[in-house]
């Protein structure tokens, strides 16, 4: 009976003392992104990841996978949604699915400058946006910049005439592709990965992006010419999978949300002075031409592009995008 009892007990010591191991073990936290790791979104994951395990110790673990290393910008979605990966920055152009209402962030020429959009992101219906999703399983934590998008071709766009026939590539978003639409370009669906190689041997002819993409991703060794269109924004959404996030330790979570606030500032902050460097780089290179836009010219791209507005007013809702054009008073 004793040496039972006595093995019991080393049973059950052994157990408690592996539960307990168990339970120290850190939360791991997979934040997977496909840009490189000097852009905007790239020095946020960083500094996130600095900035939890300085301030949780043990209790987490950040894994941060850039360039698409762990998932494509085609992949990550489903991945967060299973659990594989805990934290992910897509686009705001990746939303469409799970919600039409994001799709004003697509809208061409909705939003003067960064300025504008910041006053409508932090306002009660661009707040609304992060909470849309939820019953998709997926919630939003905040909106970090990368910065106003330009046009890039292996010929010189001044005019919307410019571009009829070009190839352009875009996001898988409908709205970005009635906007080439509507100035008679043929839009093409690519990840984000495959745009170098597909600029490079001439599948597509142009792209979208901001100078931070243009240069960390060298497109402007195969495109000729760059036009300062500042016609839309490209921006993301830190998200993570509802189930995760809520299955948390409140003080966990407590301070992770803190530190989110904190490295969304940071992001912003930057993305701005980070975009200004890599346009600058760009002109050092001499290998791309950077067309600047008479006001006249820009009036033509935004009168041939804005009836996009109309086009998704019913999806998106009239009320959002009265909010969003209000904010560039």
Not at 10 to 29: D, F, W
Not at 50 to 72: I, Q, T
Request: hydrophobic residues 40%; charged residues 25%; glycine residues 6%.
């Amino acid at each position: 009976m004793f040496k039972f009892t006595a093995k019991a007990l080393a049973c059950a010591l052994s157990l408690t003392i592996a539960g307990m191991a168990q339970a120290a073990e850190p939360i791991v936290i997979k934040f997977s992104h496909v840009v490189a790791e000097h852009t905007p979104k790239g020095q946020g994951a960083a500094l996130f990841k600095k900035l939890a395990e300085e301030r949780l110790g043990d209790k987490v673990k950040v894994e941060v996978y850039p360039n698409s290393s762990l998932f494509g910008d085609g992949k990550e979605m489903e991945a967060l949604l299973l659990g594989d990966v805990q934290l992910i920055a897509p686009s705001l152009a990746k939303f469409e699915q799970y919600t039409k209402q994001v799709q004003v962030f697509d809208l061409p020429f909705l939003f003067k400058d960064m300025a504008a959009l910041d006053r409508f992101q932090q306002s009660p219906p661009g707040q609304a946006l992060l909470k849309s999703m939820e019953d998709k399983n997926i919630t939003g934590l905040g909106y970090w910049h990368n910065g106003l998008k330009q046009l890039s071709a292996n010929k010189p766009l001044r005019e919307p005439k410019d571009a009829r026939g070009l190839k352009f590539r875009v996001q898988a978003s409908a709205v970005l592709e009635e906007q080439f639409k509507a100035v008679r370009a043929n839009p093409r669906k690519m990840s984000f990965a495959e745009v170098y190689q597909g600029l490079q041997t001439g599948v597509v002819n142009g792209a979208e992006n901001p100078y931070s993409n243009i240069y960390s991703q060298k497109m402007h060794e195969v495109q000729k010419y760059i036009t300062e269109s500042n016609h839309g924004v490209l921006d993301y959404m830190l998200i993570t999978n509802t189930t995760f996030w809520k299955s948390l330790p409140e003080d966990v979570r407590s301070e992770l949300d803190k530190i989110i606030v904190e490295v969304t500032a940071e992001v912003n902050k930057q993305a701005n002075a980070l975009n200004e460097g890599d346009k600058q780089r760009i002109l050092d290179a001499k290998t791309t031409e950077i067309i600047t836009l008479t006001p006249e010219q820009r009036g033509m791209w935004r009168d041939a592009m804005k009836p996009v507005w109309a086009k998704f007013e019913d999806e998106i809702g009239a009320d959002l995008i009265k909010a969003a054009d209000a904010a560039n008073q």
